[in-house]
């Protein structure tokens, strides 16, 4: 399964994954109900978004003493229970993004849901920090991105 | 309550270090529909004259719009107003900042802040998802933009706090001091620095996590995205996203510089514009804004938070200045001072060109004549403003670039006036139809148009200009300018983005 794949380095720190991920998950705006994360470091000029990568051997299902995080058959992204999830928060230690947020009202984990297979964030993300590729890999993008700033390079010698 | 809005007010009065809100009356919010019109309709019922901007009473108001802190493009905006020490006599001044602050002030579930009276000790107001705290700032005092905003974010363990703080140039209460936040967002042309500093409030941070409610979520998401990708793929807007806020640099016929004196040829524009670019790195962007048109830059190995090319062009070849690295040196004294930058152009280009009194003592000037490159004059000047004891200043503010009533609109709903009206990639009908979905109040144009035409007729009456209550034609013009011809045009062309969603 591929995750949304996040190139920091272009990220400029709009907040709008966060907006569109709030406002279509929960009909209403606010960082805190967002899947997404955006980081911050206004001195270093440093934006970074932070969003579950669905881990080919994810820690937080590992984890989870009530088996509430699990890989969803049917589209192999790793998702929460809500029925059995007591929000003990321990998924939020094993992640090595801490990627899983914390519902400010139902208090039980959360992370993105990819959408169903359009993620909306990547819509917005104008800045292509955020991009999306049902088949192809994460590291496709960043790849790509390298390969034309080398080839510049040449070309201007 | 009116979704969109949080129907409150925060008030804070700094001499007995209370906080206490206040709802606003559904009414006001559905009238004024915007940050603009709650700051003049504010300063309408409690001040029928003007106060002296030193007094504690004089009041800062920062408001923001139904749509801040939702994913409208384009919609971080705040609306500032007090009675600013800049204006001649003293009186009522508005200006707006675009940023985050807006937006993180609606998540702390406020519309509008108050800020009144004068603190005994230098304080920092901390709001937190509605609970207010003054805080001490005496070790803050002193501290430049970049180190306060920092600490104040370490000291709060939290790196998504918004501090919009001063400088020591608003500590020593220098008229042209101004507020900044994200090290980058600036509260211009109203002497902010100033009047923070007669207060004693170092800055204002705010963790704002509360969710904005929208009327029609669904709806409102369509709008929002039909219009995001519109304005991506716009021509003008790629542009702008590629050559920041001075994309028009280097046309026919030059712009005038050097307080009125002189002309900028097209060549060394775009000269100073390629030598600016080198230290340029990545981009950074407002609330929600799919324009991403600042800049951050990296000078001598070291980040320096970000410029928008519009203020580095006041500091660069409008007083002379046609090296890049010099512009960005009087550029960063300014952020870290915390300096207005088109106030301290034009305070520049009078010393350097000698008109009118001078803030400097002779020796001092004497000291930078010599000096041949003009970026380094100019920064040997500001380093001895701003750290000299030199009162007494007086330059002209440039106004505020607010000619056509669709600029007044966009500032009425805290949207951001190069969208709207320099690019016109959002149409009256467009925020017609957002407002709609936001708040469930459908507007009609003649809302709109009486909207415009009473906050008009509000603020000059705050400013004593009684231009336009007596003044039968202007006002006319202003109701039945252009807003009513953009609406003709749109209706003709079809253009509504309700149709683009459905088809």
């Known amino acids: 399964m591929s995750p949304i794949s996040i190139i920091p380095e272009r990220c400029t720190g709009c907040q709008s994954c966060e907006m569109v991920c709030s406002l279509s998950h929960e009909g209403s705006c606010s960082p805190s109900l967002s899947r997404i994360r955006m980081k911050k470091w206004e001195e270093i000029s440093v934006f970074m978004p932070i969003v579950c990568q669905h881990c080919e051997k994810p820690p937080c299902v590992d984890i989870c003493p009530t088996g509430a995080r699990k890989r969803t058959p049917g589209t192999d992204t790793v998702m929460t229970d809500e029925k059995r999830c007591v929000g003990c928060k321990s998924c939020l230690y094993a992640c090595p993004y801490s990627a899983p947020v914390l519902h400010p009202v139902t208090r039980r984990t959360m992370t993105c849901d990819l959408c169903h297979g359009h993620p909306l964030c990547t819509q917005v993300c104008t800045a292509g920090a955020l991009s999306y590729k049902p088949e192809g890999d994460v590291s496709t993008e960043k790849r790509k991105a390298f390969a034309q700033t080398l080839l510049r390079s040449m070309r201007s010698r | ?503």
């Not at chain 2, 010599?370 to 200043?393: M, Y």
């Not at chain 2, 669709?406 to 016109?424: G, P, T």
């Not at chain 2, 925020?431 to 809302?447: K, N, P, Q, R």
Request: net charge negative; hydrophobic share 35%.
């Open chain 2, 1 to 503: 309550m009116i979704k969109g809005w949080t129907g409150k007010r925060l008030r804070v009065d700094l001499s007995l270090q209370k906080a206490w809100t206040e709802d606003i009356p559904v009414e006001d919010l559905r009238q004024w529909f915007g940050g603009r019109g709650l700051n003049a309709s504010f300063f309408s019922q409690h001040f029928p004259s003007p106060v002296s901007p030193s007094c504690p009473e004089n009041p800062i108001a920062f408001a923001v719009g139904p749509l801040t802190g939702t994913l409208a493009p384009c919609s971080g905006w705040t609306s500032i107003a007090s009675f600013s020490p800049l204006s001649d006599p003293p009186g009522y001044a508005f200006t707006r900042m675009p940023g985050h602050f807006g937006a993180s002030l609606k998540g702390a579930g406020f519309d509008q802040c108050i800020l009144q009276g004068k603190a005994d000790r230098p304080l920092y107001l901390w709001i937190d998802d509605g609970k207010v705290k003054f805080e001490d700032a005496s070790h803050l005092w002193g501290k430049e933009t970049t180190e306060t905003t920092v600490a104040i974010q370490e000291e709060k363990g939290d790196r998504s706090i918004e501090a919009l703080c001063i400088g020591p140039a608003g500590e020593r209460q220098l008229p042209f001091a101004n507020v900044i936040h994200r090290l980058s967002w600036t509260g211009d042309r109203l002497g902010l620095g100033y009047l923070f500093g007669i207060k004693q409030v170092k800055a204002i941070a705010i963790r704002g996590k509360r969710p904005v409610t929208v009327h029609d979520p669904r709806r409102f998401l369509n709008l929002c995205l039909a219009l995001k990708d519109r304005i991506q793929k716009d021509r003008e807007m790629k542009r702008l996203k590629e050559e920041g806020t001075l994309s028009p640099l280097g046309g026919e016929g030059g712009r005038i510089i050097k307080n009125s004196t002189g002309w900028c040829l097209p060549e060394s524009e775009k000269q100073w514009a390629a030598s600016l670019g080198t230290y340029l790195f990545s981009q950074e962007s407002c609330f929600s804004c799919p324009v991403h048109c600042g800049w951050n830059i990296q000078h001598q190995g070291s980040t320096t938070g970000g410029i928008h090319l519009e203020k580095a062009w006041y500091l660069g070849p409008k007083i002379g200045v046609y090296n890049g690295e010099w512009t960005l040196k009087l550029h960063h004294l300014c952020q870290a001072q915390g300096l207005d930058p088109f106030l301290t152009s034009s305070l520049l280009a009078r010393i350097m060109e000698g008109v009118g009194d001078s803030p400097l003592s002779v020796e001092d000037l004497r000291e930078t004549d010599d000096i041949w490159e003009q970026g380094e004059k100019a920064f040997a000047i500001l380093h001895r403003i701003t750290h000299g004891s030199k009162n007494g200043f007086h330059f002209s503010v440039p106004p505020l670039s607010e000619n056509e009533d669709l600029d007044v609109l966009a500032d009425i709903i805290s949207f951001c006036m190069i969208v709207v009206n320099r690019l016109n990639l959002m149409t009256v009908s467009n925020m017609i139809d957002l407002i709609d979905a936001s708040t469930g109040y459908a507007l009609s144009i003649e809302d709109l148009r009486d909207t415009v035409w009473n906050i008009l007729q509000m603020e000059s009456r705050l400013q004593n200009k009684g231009f336009y209550l007596n003044n039968p034609p202007s006002l006319f013009r202003m109701g039945e300018g252009q807003i009513s011809e953009i609406l003709r045009r749109e209706e003709r062309n079809n253009e509504s983005i309700s149709h683009q969603t459905t088809s």
